[in-house]
């Protein structure tokens, strides 16, 4: 079923994702994990986290949160995702939705016997976090961090190859990193063709909500 909504969707949110972004966060230390699945700030989903220091966790885990999330399985109403995933220490997770969905968020919390504490939230992107579009529109986009300094453009064009012809999108170039950096965005000018992925990483200590929206649209 094609997803109408992300087809026709030209803004971004890393506090509010939905179908054509992700959000992923980095674990280096070994530990369990409770992660929360929340639609306009309501828990819909939960699941459980184990990170090993040995080779039995995978490199990267990847979790579609759109096929349980808001479906009732407990008295919180929220939908219990599965079984515990098992991740390497120093691999990623990776959160993402396929269906229609939207205003998504996660929050992880590690489960210590001296008394459970936050460790991630997409809401407030930190060290480790980084998040992903794929851009279908061709235009500007303007780039803003809502969470301190940063500010960009985004340029979007139709792929063209020799001779001027506009090019299958279906064979998408690889997608483009933006470093999210105390000072801002590095590059703050970033150019893309139609259906091109873009990840921001947050690589400095620093607070980063990435929002994007159109300048102007072709």
């Not at 992300?6 to 959000?23: H, M, R, T």
């Not at 500007?140 to 139709?158: C, F």
């Not at 063209?160 to 105390?182: D, T």
């Not at 965005?185 to 970033?190: L, N, Y």
Request: proline share 4%; aromatic share 6%; charged share 30%.
């Amino acid at each position: 079923m094609v997803n109408r909504r992300a087809l026709e969707s030209v803004k971004a949110d890393s506090g509010a994702f939905q179908a054509l972004e992700a959000y992923g966060h980095r674990f280096t230390e070994a530990g369990r994990f409770r992660i929360e699945v929340l639609r306009d700030d309501v828990v819909v989903a939960r699941h459980s986290l184990e990170v090993v220091d040995d080779r039995s966790g995978s490199p990267q885990v990847g979790i579609d949160v759109g096929r349980s999330a808001g479906s009732a399985k407990d008295d919180c109403g929220c939908a219990e995702l599965g079984g515990a995933e098992r991740l390497a220490a120093g691999g990623a997770a990776l959160w993402w939705t396929t269906g229609n969905e939207q205003n998504l968020s996660v929050a992880g919390t590690r489960i210590d016997p001296g008394g459970d504490r936050e460790t991630f939230d997409s809401r407030e992107l930190g060290e480790g976090d980084f998040f992903s579009r794929v851009f279908l529109r061709p235009g500007v986009y303007r780039l803003a961090n809502r969470h301190g300094d940063g500010e960009g453009r985004i340029t979007v064009t139709n792929p063209r190859r020799a001779g001027g012809k506009e090019r299958n999108p279906g064979i998408a170039r690889s997608a483009v990193r933006v470093l999210c950096r105390e000072r801002g965005f590095d590059p703050a000018e970033v150019e893309l063709e139609r259906g091109q992925g873009l990840v921001w990483f947050v690589v400095e200590p620093a607070r980063y909500r990435i929002v994007v929206e159109p300048e102007k649209l072709d």
